[in-house]
């Protein structure tokens, strides 16, 4: 009845972020991957096909920001949301190559999860 | 723009300043060139002094000529030619005497009226009544002439000495009118330089106030923006961090919530493979108020985002671009919009209130982001209408007088209220975050303080606050008028 599900990545160092967002995804049917560790999601990233990955900006091996220029550098297909705690992060131009701008970015704490749901659609939909 | 407005201060204080030290320095050369003048043995003093050695000197009159009158008085009297001997060696001594001390003024003392009275007008007379007494008088009274001789005594020599002492009391008179002159001219000139002094002294106490008044202002207004930036620097650390918690807050709230609705064919499977069906948990749930709490949760933490993202709400990212706004407009826009705005929690009836506008008509329009202007001047408007509450009773109604005008290269908009004023340990405290005395009427203290940042740091511009405790308050914004720097 519906076509292949949107295969999503969470990456977020916040065990609870990363817990509930997966799990919400879940509810509103992704296929959903989640690690809390940079070098792991460059990983799955490298290995799995995933339509779209949320990235928090602060990472412990490495920032969100390199994260998805180095992913990008290897599946250039891959779409990206910044989920980030910092209310005056500005989507940087060097993110452009990889489609980020500041559409693609989300301020925690996210004030509607199935709102952030459309937009992760809207994003890996490519529109 | 921020730069130059401190530049051009810093100017006005080196200004004052040196106005300060340059009158200090004025005084001390003043003080110092007075004294060197006026001193005891100075050369206003040498002149006095001078002067009163000349009426010393004739005062009591030279008593040599005058002894010698009475000599020949005395010769006169006499008839013994052993006394009279005597007392013509005694004239010959007292006319050689009187040539000394003329000589000795003759070279000591300087050409001067007071000297040339001296020294011709009463010398002239002096050396006939020697030549008469010396040539005439004494050959006279030698050969025996007696009654020649007492008429030439009575009649030229008398002559002489007359004259001799009407000059030397004209010059006696000189010397006193010229020494009184000298005198009172110095106390003149004194009471003149210590009452320069005096002024010079006042002004430059005068600026050294004014210094230290603006240098204290200056103080006032660094010490203030560091303390919000560092407020700033807290709020914007604080939010980062404090963000990350209450998203995993907020969002495991509506996961709970959604994973114990009936909508979600999941749950419902999962609630059948558990032993039970959603409707029994729905039912218990609503029993035990579990969804209420979850609703809690998640509003709470909602709550506590809005908080920590209006503290950082100036700083978030470029916004609306700036646009060039006429000022009076905007306040009149602003207006409107506070009497419409009902807030219940924070009722304000500005029908009661008198609003008093005063535009500068010819300021030019000012490159601003309108939106967030308008946001400062919503909270000052609304600030003000609900101080009024508290004014108590006064014969004046109460009264908010809105003003714009153009002070040099920045404009100025004026929100001036009559309401009861803050003491000047509240007044500090106003751009502090979370800083209400509004609480019971919802306040979060969040309004000047985000006001701040949008005038300082959004526009470059200030806002200071002026108030008096029963008579009012007046916030000043001040914006650039030249592009953005």
Request: charged fraction near 20%; charge should be neutral.
């Amino acid at each position: 009845m519906v076509p292949a599900p949107i295969r999503v990545l969470v990456v977020d160092d916040d065990i609870a972020v990363l817990r509930s967002l997966t799990a919400f995804l879940e509810d509103e049917n992704f296929d959903v991957l989640s690690t809390n560790s940079a070098k792991e999601a460059l990983n799955i990233l490298a290995i799995e096909t995933i339509d779209l990955a949320v990235v928090d900006v602060r990472l412990r091996e490495m920032d969100g920001e390199e994260l998805i220029l180095r992913a990008h550098a290897g599946r250039p297909t891959t779409k990206y949301v910044v989920y980030t705690g910092s209310l005056n992060y500005q989507a940087p131009a060097s993110l452009a190559i990889a489609g980020v701008t500041q559409a693609n970015v989300v301020y925690k704490p996210a004030r509607s999860l199935s709102a952030m749901a459309d937009d992760i659609r809207r994003i890996a939909g490519g529109t | 723009m921020m730069k130059l407005i401190q530049l051009t201060m810093k100017f006005k204080l080196y200004g004052i300043t040196l106005a300060c030290a340059l009158g200090l320095m004025l005084v001390l050369a003043l003080g110092l060139w007075c004294l060197m003048t006026f001193r005891v043995n100075g050369p206003v003093y040498q002149e006095i002094e001078m002067n009163q050695n000349v009426v010393a000197d004739v005062l009591p009159p030279p008593m040599f000529i005058i002894e010698a009158y009475l000599i020949i008085q005395e010769a006169d009297a006499t008839k013994s030619t052993t006394r009279l001997k005597k007392l013509q060696n005694r004239f010959i001594t007292l006319e050689a005497d009187y040539h000394g001390r003329y000589q000795h003024w003759k070279n000591s003392l300087p050409e001067n009226e007071i000297n040339k009275s001296l020294l011709q007008d009463s010398y002239v007379p002096a050396m006939r009544f020697f030549d008469i007494a010396r040539d005439s008088y004494f050959p006279m009274r030698e050969s025996g002439q007696h009654d020649a001789a007492s008429a030439i005594l009575h009649g030229a020599l008398q002559n002489a000495f007359a004259e001799h002492r009407q000059a030397i009391s004209k010059t006696v008179e000189l010397a006193q009118t010229q020494t009184a002159q000298i005198e009172a001219e110095t106390a003149r000139r004194v009471t003149f330089w210590i009452q320069t002094m005096i002024v010079i002294s006042l002004l430059s106490v005068i600026a050294l106030t004014l210094l230290i008044t603006r240098m204290r202002a200056i103080e006032e207004a660094i010490i203030q923006s560091e303390k919000m930036n560092t407020v700033a620097g807290l709020a914007a650390g604080m939010a980062h961090e404090i963000n990350s918690p209450l998203a995993g807050v907020v969002q495991s709230a509506q996961v709970v919530l959604n994973r114990v609705s009936p909508e979600l064919a999941a749950n419902c499977s999962a609630a059948e493979e558990s032993g039970t069906r959603m409707e029994c948990i729905q039912s218990y749930l609503t029993r035990r108020g579990i969804r209420e709490m979850l609703e809690g949760i998640r509003a709470s933490g909602q709550r506590a985002a809005e908080i920590v993202a209006s503290m950082v709400s100036f700083s978030q990212g470029p916004g609306a671009q700036a646009d060039n706004s006429v000022l009076s407009e905007l306040v009149d826009h602003t207006v409107e919009l506070a009497q419409n705005d009902f807030d219940p929690k924070r009722p304000v009836d500005f029908r009661s209130i008198e609003l008093v506008k005063d535009y500068d008509q010819k300021l030019s329009k000012v490159p601003c982001r309108a939106s967030e202007i308008q946001q400062v001047l919503l909270n000052l408007l609304k600030n003000a209408a609900q101080a009024m509450a508290d004014r108590g009773v006064r014969s004046e109604p109460p009264r908010i007088t809105l003003r714009t005008t153009q002070i040099g290269n920045t404009a100025r908009i004026e929100v001036e209220d009559n309401g009861p004023g803050m003491p000047r340990a509240m007044r500090r405290r106003i751009f502090e975050p979370f800083f209400t005395t509004r609480e019971s009427l919802g306040g979060t203290g969040l309004g000047l303080f985000v006001s701040y940042f949008i005038i300082t740091r959004n526009h470059h511009g200030t806002i200071a606050v002026e108030s008096i405790p029963g008579v009012g308050t007046k916030f000043s914004l001040t914006l650039p008028l030249a592009g953005k720097t």
